[in-house]
């Protein structure tokens, strides 16, 4: 792929960025993503930002934290804002971001509006350059969480208090803006909204009808529409609309000078009376029919629009500019670079079939955190998005070299490209599908049925044709397995390859294997994992783990293939008392831990890019033979079971520890990375937390020293690995929850 020129003359598409800078308050507690990215504490992101080459950004000098008590302090926002014009990148201010505003106030009280309004005042009159705003992200869907689901403050749960929040929200953006231009009569106001459709079955058409008026109500208000004729009128004088105020808005319009979407792929939704077809937490309904709401990805079968069936419909609508101002999906790194790439297609298409699109903003530059949960309590979720901040300093993704091919309009090639994302694979039905047509705002079944289809609607960014693999070796291991489950899942192309397709340690053996399969990477997992017996058959130990990754690293040098493979926390002497991060020096115990530290150094001598992965102690769902399946197992039976308390390691989800190699596989990261599950323990600690969240009985466990398990090969007291590069894998404690519903037949979280 590459950058979107100029069509016919018109301007090229604007690349913009923007960080995620939520401040939303659940109760008296504020959540600050800012402060969680750590970019409230980090100028010099904004260096890394312009590198990409983007043209505008999406920047927030928010009411909450500028004046939290009526005293405007502008020092923050004076340095970035600043910064970015010395930079060449012009801001996008946002003032409220799914906030309420400063303690004192809220989307209910009367005050917002003047507060916000004087607020944006003291903005444009502290940057008088600063032409484009945004006052208030997303109003509809700020006016949902905040007053008809209580999600957020002030927690409304009906129609009057939707209404009231997403009036006062409405009626601030117009008067910050009458603000704003009375100090710059130039300022524009990009105003953004998620714009999801709801689907239905035929019994559910009014409630579909219902909610596709109600998704436009933000923008119909302030363009001035929402007059008698309109059709959500009535329903704004039942929730408690004053024709008065709704004719205001009629008379003195603010219309957006730029229409923003901001597209999820969780934002078209499907509703259906049948909740036996569904899980009980989407059941809901309204006071005539009980019903299921889901994502409408898991059940049309058709597929759903996406970006360029909301761009044309806004254009079609308001024929005013229009732009993606949220591009961003949570996820693995291929899914986040097919939807970008589909984004960046979709408003390619749509400004070749004439709709004025000008910009489409990479959201969530620093990524995001608890998304997941609408941000309704501090989990520690994190989602990277171009930067991920979980190392010492932001690290580039994938995305950037994305994003920069974008901004310069240069061709952009990945092999995970060549697979389509989750949602245009037949996989992404979850439910019995539905075939439905679109028809006057509402869908319908459509009569004639219809199966599961992948509909490349938006145009399908990478096509259904496979294309170069991953080649796993150690078909035979826990690793290797869990290696290719996780690709299939993730809709990687690869191949998973026994001894007998390709010994590592045979230089004709892996060339044979590679110029057959002709993959884009290799993923090592095979090699000697019986640690004890290392001690009596060194040789052997030494040519699976320390001469096969060295064959496979020349070998990849010469094809230009990219490599991974693994290593371990034996490597360590087990002296220190703090976890060991990737530049401490490899002192090896045993014959096991010296062919480990030997691959480390042969492996990155030959090939420096190889990323190397040091982890530790498994907990697999899949493979009944790792210890604390077996442990869990041996407990419930009632049976004893013997661990070592005096042993410490750093525990490692498999799911979790797969996910990650092949994330940084696809970043092009390499050499060495140490990934485990935070939280050091004991090996009886690890059998008792699990027990624990199990709900088992751990009373059979016998805890006792490691020397009275007759090892054979001496283990490091203390193998704790922490990292310096970032520490990427979740807590231990929510690993073995997670555990626990794999193990119960759940998907592989």
Not at 118 to 133: G, N, S
Not at 331 to 343: D, F, H, N, Y
Not at 448 to 466: F, I, Y
Request: charged content about 25%; proline content about 7%.
């Amino acid at each position: 792929m590459s950058g979107g020129a100029g069509e016919g003359g018109a301007p090229a598409l604007e690349i913009w960025g923007g960080v995620e800078c939520t401040v939303n308050r659940v109760g008296d507690a504020y959540h600050d993503q800012l402060e969680r990215s750590g970019h409230a504490h980090r100028l010099d992101d904004l260096d890394r930002f312009a590198e990409l080459g983007i043209r505008a950004l999406r920047y927030p000098v928010l009411w909450e934290r500028t004046a939290p008590d009526g005293r405007a302090r502008f020092a923050w926002a004076d340095a970035r804002l600043g910064r970015l014009r010395e930079l060449g990148v012009r801001p996008i201010v946002g003032l409220v971001h799914h906030g309420s505003g400063p303690p004192r106030t809220s989307l209910l009280d009367p005050g917002f509006v003047e507060g916000l309004a004087r607020f944006a005042r003291a903005v444009a009159e502290r940057y008088p350059w600063v032409e484009d705003y945004t006052p208030v992200n997303e109003p509809l869907t700020t006016a949902r969480f905040s007053g008809l689901y209580g999600h957020w403050y002030p927690h409304g749960r009906d129609g009057r208090a939707f209404l009231r929040a997403l009036l006062t929200q409405c009626r601030a953006i117009a008067a910050a803006m009458r603000a704003v231009r009375e100090v710059n009569p130039r300022a524009r106001l990009v105003q953004t909204e998620d714009l999801g459709k709801t689907f239905s079955t035929p019994l559910l058409a009014y409630q579909a009808e219902h909610e596709n008026h109600r998704r436009w109500l933000s923008l119909d208000l302030l363009m001035g529409r929402v007059d008698r004729d309109h059709p959500f009128y009535p329903q704004l004088l039942e929730w408690g609309a004053s024709p008065g105020e709704l004719e205001a808005l009629v008379a003195s319009p603010c219309p957006p000078d730029i229409v923003g979407i901001n597209h999820y792929i969780t934002s078209e939704r499907f509703i259906d009376e049948r909740l036996e077809r569904y899980p009980s937490w989407f059941h809901g309904g309204n006071d005539r029919h009980a019903y299921a709401d889901v994502e409408a990805v898991r059940v049309v079968a058709e597929g759903v629009g996406g970006h360029l069936a909301r761009l044309v419909e806004v254009w079609e609508r308001y024929r005013r500019p229009v732009a993606i101002t949220e591009a961003h999906l949570g996820g693995s790194r291929e899914e986040q670079l097919r939807w970008l790439v589909e984004a960046h297609r979709a408003a390619v298409a749509a400004r070749a079939a004439g709709a004025d699109v000008c910009a489409l903003a990479v959201w969530a530059l620093l990524g995001s955190f608890d998304w997941d949960c609408l941000v309704v309590s501090d989990r520690g979720r994190y989602e990277p998005g171009v930067f991920d901040v979980r190392g010492h300093a932001p690290r580039p993704t994938a995305l950037a070299a994305l994003v920069r091919a974008l901004t310069r309009g240069e061709p952009f090639d990945h092999p995970v490209l060549s697979s389509p994302g989750w949602w245009r694979r037949p996989e992404r039905l979850l439910y019995p599908p539905v075939s439905v047509v679109e028809r006057d705002g509402a869908a319908r079944l459509d009569p004639s049925g219809g199966g599961p289809t992948v509909e490349p609607s938006g145009g399908d960014p990478a096509g259904q044709a496979e294309g170069p693999p991953i080649l796993i070796a150690g078909a035979t291991g826990t690793l290797g397995r869990a290696f290719a489950r996780l690709c299939a899942h993730r809709g990687l192309p690869h191949r998973l390859l026994c001894r007998r397709e390709m010994d590592i340690a045979d230089p004709a053996s892996v060339e044979r294997a590679l110029g057959r399969h002709a993959p884009w990477a290799v993923v090592n997992t095979a090699g000697y994992v019986r640690v004890d017996d290392a001690e009596l058959e060194p040789h052997r130990c030494e040519r699976e783990n320390a001469a096969g990754p060295a064959v496979l690293a020349a070998a990849c040098r010469e094809r230009g293939v990219r490599l991974v493979t693994f290593s371990s926390d034996q490597v360590f002497d087990g002296a220190g008392t703090t976890p060991y991060v990737e530049t401490d020096p490899a002192r090896p115990l045993s014959a096991y831990g010296r062919s480990k530290a030997v691959a480390e150094q042969q492996v990155l001598s030959i090939l420096p890019t190889a990323l190397v992965v040091r982890t530790a102690a498994f907990i697999d769902p899949w493979d009944a033979s790792t210890f604390v399946t077996a442990a869990l197992r041996a407990l419930r039976d009632g049976r004893p079971f013997t661990a070592a308390d005096d042993l410490i390691v750093t525990p490692t989800y498999t799911p979790d520890l797969v996910n990650a190699a092949l994330d940084l596989l696809i970043d092009g990261e390499g050499g060495l990375w140490h990934l485990a599950n935070r939280d050091a323990v004991t090996w009886a600690e690890l059998v008792t937390r699990a027990a624990a969240l199990a709900h088992v009985d751990a009373r059979p466990l016998v805890r006792c020293p490691s020397h009275a398990l007759c090892l054979v090969a001496p283990r490091p007291r203390y193998s704790a690995l922490g990292s310096r590069r970032g520490l990427l894998l979740p807590a231990l404690d929510d690993a073995l929850a997670r555990y626990l519903v794999a193990c119960d037949g759940g998907p592989p979280r």
